[in-house]
């Protein structure tokens, strides 16, 4: 059951999903009538009583039955027009733009920006994370969070700053609700822009962060697995790293972490990639 509760509806602060989250649970409990501040004597207004439904146009019912919403034509190729706005992009700003201008993405109507990029586009090291969260969403750049802090701390061990050597990006560039996990329909209708963002961007190694990003790029899952083990995409070097959400919560993987960042210190010293 949600906390929202009807009068919630009318809150000029309350964001798409919360409020889509509150209409549904009343849809659900059978609410179909709005209730008025006051009370109508139906028998005083015969003639502006409204219609019952005619078979036509049926109510809806039941615990399962969807609310009325537009939704996109089934047949609708969302991924093909996706590769096709990618491809026109001429350069990273282009991009931004079109990304932006994609309107299939439901996620857009609950977040607050399309967190883009950060770091220095042409740098050698492009990482690759899942998707904002909440301070990403508010300020419009990936990991800037409290996951993103200890991606700076991680990269400053080995010498590597934000503002000069690294260039950053996710697969979504909107925040899930509630940061649930991405859908692979969501993952798929981006995948077309973040393949033409590393093109354009064109760096020497992919960083994936976490499993999303490792099941987005190299279509494998496992991160505990994966991670420190060189792989290769989209014409790159791959390093799978562990996510810094995860090592937020499993503190004791820190050592892992720093087995691979030494694995990018070398490899980026080597004149000879080890791919
Ligand atoms: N986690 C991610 O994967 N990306 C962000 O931008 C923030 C947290």
Redesign the pocket.
Known sequence: MTDLDTTDLGRADLDWHQARAALEWQWDIGVRDVILDAPINRYDLPDKLPKPASPATPVQGGAKSPLPLAAPPAELDVVGIAAQAAAAAQDLAQLQAALAAFPHCELQRGAKSV?FSDGVPGARVMIV?????RD?DIQGK??V?R??QLLDKMLAAIGLDRARDVYIT?ILPYRPPQNRDPKPEEVAMMMPFVRRHIALAAPDVLIC??NHSCQAILGKRGITKLRGQWDQALDKPVLPML?P?YLLRQPQAKRSAWADLLELKAWLESPLPTT
Not at 129 to 133: D, F, H, M
């Open positions: 967190v994370g899942e998707a904002p969260g990403e990936p990991f969070g996951a993103g996710n962060m976490g996510h959400a």
